[in-house]
């Protein structure tokens, strides 16, 4: 069945360290993103990506760092430079970044806890 | 920059109708798109206006007026599964941007 899986489903981090939080979609889908989803705060942007070897910054985007080296991968580093990094982690995917399109599919999420 | 408003909590009672609203504020749009999220669950989507007008998905129907610049979720018939956090959400150019959502109460 095709999907997006993110992993692992709950995290633990020491403070200082740095975590990369993964996700893999078998969707073919050209577009990726990744959101931060806080009580109360809706889901924010932290970075997308339209095509492999490129992306873009979201709203929320300082103390986390992306990669897009392969069209089915797009993992998110939660880097020590993110103040407050405890949070739900959210993946989706698009058949695109642009157009018509926009219905998003997600993965089941990473909660992340610093610990 | 962008932005949505939305409730930010509903209640209606099991059977009943109930809309949600959103306005949004936001420069190169493309459409407005609906999602439904359970408690410690995933989004998933709802629907999808590009233009004016109402579109029928079963029990859910959703608006746009893209000069009012303002979009509604309609749910009928309400059933205690509907409480969920309901998230509109614009596409906007090579980007997809939330509100904060509605959370859906039902009484039975």
């Known amino acids: 069945d095709g999907g997006i899986t993110q992993s692992p489903k709950y995290l633990f981090r020491k403070e200082g360290q740095n975590v990369t939080l993964s996700c893999e979609q078998n969707?073919?889908?050209?577009?990726m993103y990744w959101y931060r989803q806080d009580p109360g705060q809706g889901l924010r942007l932290i970075y997308y990506s339209q095509i492999v070897n490129d992306f873009q910054k979201g709203d929320i985007a300082e103390g986390y760092s992306v990669s897009r080296e392969k069209k089915e991968s797009f993992p998110l580093t939660v880097t020590s430079a993110q103040k407050n990094p405890t949070a739900f982690y959210l993946c989706a995917s698009s058949i695109d970044g642009g157009g018509m399109n926009t219905e998003a599919f997600f993965g089941q999420g990473t909660r992340l806890t610093v610990v | 920059g962008q932005s949505l408003e939305q409730p930010s909590e509903v209640t209606a009672v099991e059977g009943a109708i109930v809309q949600i609203n959103c306005t949004y504020q936001?420069?190169?749009?493309?459409?407005l798109s609906w999602y439904q999220q359970h408690d410690g669950g995933a989004p998933t989507f709802l629907s999808y206006n590009a233009l004016d007008g109402l579109e029928e998905t079963g029990r859910f129907s959703s608006f746009l007026s893209r000069s009012d610049s303002y979009g509604y979720l309609l749910l009928q018939e309400l059933q205690m599964k509907d409480s969920a956090s309901y998230f509109c959400?614009?596409?906007?150019?090579?980007?997809?941007?939330f509100g904060k959502g509605t959370r859906l109460h039902i009484l039975p």
């Open positions: 969707l073919n889908h050209d577009a």
């Open positions: 936001t420069s190169g749009f493309y459409g």
């Open positions: 959400a614009v596409r906007v150019i090579d980007k997809i941007i």
